[in-house]
Nanobody
Framework: QVQLVESGGGLVQSGGSLRLSCAAS????????MGWYRQAPGKQRELVAG???????NYGDSVKGRFTISRDMAKNTMYLQMNSLKPEDTAVYYC???????????????WGQGTQVTVSS
């Protein structure tokens, strides 16, 4: 059972920056993939950025060039640096971890409680 705790959300003006953190309860080297998702009111949850165990990253089209996902293996923490924020980035941001269970290869998803990001115009 992996527990994820997000922090770093808040209120920021358009064009500003925030850094979200996601602290995992166990070594993230044992986690196959991690990512950030967001959900705005009335909208579906969407992928913001992801990182797999080998370090390869991917981003949603709307955040490419503005957001950067990273991780600190020693601190068991994943980050999302968000720059040039826009009002449309306003959402609850969730941390996600995927663990592939051997030998069944069943994928288990874990979620944090979410952190609110509000960007004012």
């Amino acid at each position: 059972q992996v527990q994820l705790v997000e922090s770093g959300g808040g209120l920021v003006q358009s064009g500003g920056s925030l850094r979200l953190s996601c602290a995992a309860s166990e070594s993230i080297s044992s986690i196959n993939a991690m990512g950030w998702y967001r959900q705005a009111p009335g909208k579906q949850r969407e992928l913001v950025a992801g990182i797999i165990s080998g370090g390869t990253t991917n981003y949603g089209d709307s955040v490419k060039g503005r957001f950067t996902i990273s991780r600190d293996m020693a601190k068991n923490t994943m980050y999302l640096q968000m720059n040039s924020l826009k009002p449309e980035d306003t959402a609850v941001y969730y941390c996600n971890a995927i663990v592939v269970v051997v030998p069944s290869l069943r994928r288990v998803n874990y979620w944090g409680q979410g952190t609110q990001v509000t960007v004012s115009s």
